[in-house]
């Protein structure tokens, strides 16, 4: 499920990549070729007003005001127009009244249009001309000229306005108009494929949900058979005893001490198979608080070895001088995860049969996995050690070596401190045994 889902996100972000690319192109490409053509249209509308400024009478110019020399002018504008297919060409005084026009209407009219750009006009009077931008007249695109007309004086008396072919300008809204509908409909795909991923990752973490809660009812379920499994061993052992002294009780009326050493040991075993499997299925989170690791150590491991021992195992202490004098962590739950190493070590020495084999239990400052400082807890035995193989099994639920174990200490151990934000691992110690190496992050618990 998780191959499908990647690859369903990999085609959608693709799909995505490619319509940006795609209109993002588009648009760079008509940009240019809309510019492209603004240049080649405002050059030939200025070649055009220029060259048809430079044909004009300027004797008729000054004479506009009477019929003849304007009919003549009229004539000449009117055969510029039929000759370059232009739209329009007319001149037209400071008030905007046209008073030559290439189609002649009979009568001045108004140029209102024309003052649509001050500044253009303004520097044309100035005898600069310009190139007007695009404008739209009913959704028809048009492009004037501006050019200065002199009398035989130098002065600007008129302006010659040269109007563009609308057919020639009318690509430019045509292609606009595709690239917005474009533009449209790939936003419309983008808007989909954004919805389908929110909907496909809610549904993959609706799925892994599901997966978690199965894996965890069957790991619970298969852990209760474990428990099961391994509380009937010490309560028939219990049963047993307790018979046997009841029948020798019954017979003698004295109690066999050696017997009745044996429960205890039995109740704790039991006590730390419900302990195991409690811990495991709660899952609780971590409540750190700020505590002092030199003295959360020297306790946990007083609470673990009250002599100074496990058993026959001796349990020694180092604490480095360089230990924050405060941290923050989960007490209770730090000292379980020391209680499980502790226990762990003093089995392997006493299933080694080491001659003065102990556990060492030490506090210092080493590094996480990310590089930065942490609080490192080590615990490291004279065992028989781990085989490199199994270093990362034995933190797997169930999996145990020991024939009275339940497989569950070191993997609540490792989530517990997985929790703090650390680790637990395990490697070689330097005289043979195993070295379990808890590490807290110091910015997570300073």
């Avoid at 989909?192 to 790991?219: H, I, P, T, Y």
């Avoid at 379920?221 to 428990?227: E, I, M, S």
């Avoid at 210092?364 to 065992?383: F, L, N, Y």
Wanted: one cysteine or more; proline letters at 5%; glycine letters at 8%.
């Amino acid at each position: 499920m998780r191959r499908r889902a990647s690859g369903a996100q990999v085609a959608a972000v693709s799909a995505v990549v490619l319509i940006a690319t795609f209109n993002l192109g588009g648009w760079h490409l008509v940009s240019l070729a809309t510019n492209n053509l603004e240049r080649e249209f405002s050059r030939r509308l200025l070649a055009i007003g220029r060259a048809t400024v430079a044909g004009l009478n300027r004797e008729r110019i000054e004479r506009l005001n009477r019929p003849a020399p304007r009919q003549l002018i009229e004539a000449k504008l009117q055969e510029v127009r039929e000759q370059l297919g232009i739209s329009e060409l007319f001149l037209f005084d400071p008030d905007s009244l046209v008073v030559a026009d290439s189609r002649p209407r009979g009568e001045p009219r108004q140029a209102g249009y024309v003052n649509l750009e001050p500044e253009l006009l303004k520097a044309a009077w100035g005898g600069r001309p310009g190139v007007s931008r695009i404008r739209l007249v009913k959704d028809v695109p048009f492009m004037d000229a501006y050019v200065p007309v002199p009398d035989l004086s130098g002065g600007i008396p008129y302006l010659l306005a040269v109007e563009d072919s609308p057919r020639r300008l009318a690509v430019f809204e045509r292609i606009r108009s595709q690239l917005l509908i474009v533009g449209l409909i790939s936003a419309i795909v983008v808007l989909l494929l954004a919805v389908s991923q929110v909907l496909a990752f809610r549904r993959l973490l609706e799925a892994r949900r599901r997966a978690s809660e199965a894996e965890r009812f069957s790991a619970l379920a298969r852990l209760g058979a474990t428990v099961a499994h391994e509380i009937r061993n010490p309560l028939t052992s219990l049963s047993a005893t307790v018979q046997v002294v009841l029948r020798r009780l019954a017979k003698t009326g004295k109690v066999d001490e050696e017997l009745l050493r044996g429960i205890p040991e039995e109740v704790d075993r039991v006590d730390r198979i419900v302990t195991d499997f409690l811990a495991f299925a709660r899952e609780s989170p971590v409540t750190p608080s700020s505590l002092s690791p030199a003295s959360f150590l020297t306790e946990a491991v007083r609470k673990c070895a009250p002599e100074g021992r496990v058993g026959d195992v001796a349990v020694t202490l180092r604490i480095d001088d360089d230990l924050p004098a405060a941290a923050k962590a989960d007490g209770p739950k730090l000292q379980q995860v020391l209680q499980n190493l502790v226990m762990n070590g003093a089995h392997a020495v006493q299933s080694a049969e080491t001659l003065g084999g102990e556990v060492r239990v030490s506090g210092s400052i080493g590094r996480a996995g990310t590089g930065k400082p942490a609080w490192v807890i080590a615990v490291e035995d004279d065992g028989q050690g781990v085989p490199e193989q199994d270093r990362d099994r034995i933190f797997e639920p169930y999996y145990t070596s020991k024939a009275k174990g339940t497989g569950l200490g070191l993997a609540v151990a490792r989530r517990i401190a997985e929790a703090h934000g650390g680790g637990l691992r395990c490697e070689d110690a330097e005289g043979g045994g195993a070295r379990f190496v808890v590490t807290l992050p110091l910015e997570a618990s300073a």
